[in-house]
């Protein structure tokens, strides 16, 4: 057994968090956005998390297993339209269609995604404690 | 079978201890990366009856090998012992989990070393 496992099973976690706070940082910042190069509004993005396991071969047969971002899709929820005529980008009727992003859903998100990045970061610390502690065995 | 203190019952306990933690803490910390995966479920060791079963000589459920290098299946002694629970992993429930294992390791390092020590002082004669 390798005692550094469990560190790359919670670095793992780590990336894995940090790419969903990149992408809730982007659909934040896109809020608002009306212009995109595939064209019409920006699409809210979200992060699928898959399991993975340890690097080698005999551990696929075993059950700790890392994560890892294995997707990101876009919301397939419909546009949110606002009257605004004077708009560059409105219709011929004045409608503007704008992001299906929703800051308030983003900003949960964004608190849950800290949340799960500290929980990984308590793991490290405590697996590193207990290394450490390991080493004082005989002293 | 004359007595080797190095190969004392207890050591052998305490090593084994030291083991099956380090394997809950890879357990743990895997519950924690996978707190958002979805469709995933949490895993956790009965900690005291699979030393138990160590203990008692109970071997595990390995799978049948023909060739000494063929894979036996899980790491053998502590896999089967791992269970799914079935329910998705509860943080706080994880975080407890996860001091009480620390502190148990430190447990078993500190009274590994009180054995060493006692067997170090016996050995210089008890003259310091």
């Given at each position: 057994m390798n005692p550094f496992d469990t560190f790359d099973i919670s670095a793992s976690g780590l990336t894995a968090q940090r790419q969903r706070l990149n992408v809730i940082a982007e659909n934040l910042a896109n809020a608002?956005?009306?212009?995109?190069p595939e064209g019409g509004p920006y699409r809210r993005k979200h992060v699928v998390l898959e399991t993975q396991p340890?690097?080698?071969?005999?551990?696929?047969?075993?059950s700790p297993q890392k994560v890892a971002v294995s997707q990101v899709l876009h919301d397939k929820q419909p546009f949110q339209e606002e009257y605004d005529p004077g708009h560059p980008d409105a219709d011929e009727n004045g409608i503007v269609r704008l992001p299906n992003v929703n800051p308030v859903q983003e900003m949960v998100s964004l608190t849950l995604a800290s949340r799960a990045f500290e929980a990984n970061v308590a793991a490290i610390r405590s697996a590193k404690q207990m290394a450490l502690k390991a080493l004082e065995i005989g002293r | 079978m004359p007595w080797n203190p190095l190969s004392d019952s207890a050591i052998r306990c305490l090593e084994k201890s030291l083991d099956l933690q380090s394997r809950r803490q890879e357990i743990i910390a895997a519950n924690i990366a996978n707190l958002d995966t979805p469709g995933y479920t949490g895993k956790e060791m009965d900690f005291s009856a699979v030393l138990q079963a160590h203990l008692q000589g109970r071997t595990p459920l390995t799978l049948a090998v023909t060739?000494?290098?063929h894979l036996t299946g899980p790491k053998p002694g502590i896999s089967p012992m791992?269970?799914?629970?079935?329910?998705?992993?509860d943080l706080d429930q994880e975080m407890v989990l996860l001091s009480r294992n620390q502190l148990a390791y430190q447990a078993s390092v500190q009274m590994l070393n009180k054995k060493l020590e006692q067997l170090k002082t016996s050995m210089e004669g008890g003259t310091r």
């Amino acid at each position: 057994m390798n005692p550094f496992d469990t560190f790359d099973i919670s670095a793992s976690g780590l990336t894995a968090q940090r790419q969903r706070l990149n992408v809730i940082a982007e659909n934040l910042a896109n809020a608002n956005t009306t212009r995109t190069p595939e064209g019409g509004p920006y699409r809210r993005k979200h992060v699928v998390l898959e399991t993975q396991p340890v690097d080698d071969f005999a551990s696929l047969l075993d059950s700790p297993q890392k994560v890892a971002v294995s997707q990101v899709l876009h919301d397939k929820q419909p546009f949110q339209e606002e009257y605004d005529p004077g708009h560059p980008d409105a219709d011929e009727n004045g409608i503007v269609r704008l992001p299906n992003v929703n800051p308030v859903q983003e900003m949960v998100s964004l608190t849950l995604a800290s949340r799960a990045f500290e929980a990984n970061v308590a793991a490290i610390r405590s697996a590193k404690q207990m290394a450490l502690k390991a080493l004082e065995i005989g002293r | 079978m004359p007595w080797n203190p190095l190969s004392d019952s207890a050591i052998r306990c305490l090593e084994k201890s030291l083991d099956l933690q380090s394997r809950r803490q890879e357990i743990i910390a895997a519950n924690i990366a996978n707190l958002d995966t979805p469709g995933y479920t949490g895993k956790e060791m009965d900690f005291s009856a699979v030393l138990q079963a160590h203990l008692q000589g109970r071997t595990p459920l390995t799978l049948a090998v023909t060739h000494p290098r063929h894979l036996t299946g899980p790491k053998p002694g502590i896999s089967p012992m791992v269970r799914d629970t079935g329910k998705p992993v509860d943080l706080d429930q994880e975080m407890v989990l996860l001091s009480r294992n620390q502190l148990a390791y430190q447990a078993s390092v500190q009274m590994l070393n009180k054995k060493l020590e006692q067997l170090k002082t016996s050995m210089e004669g008890g003259t310091r």
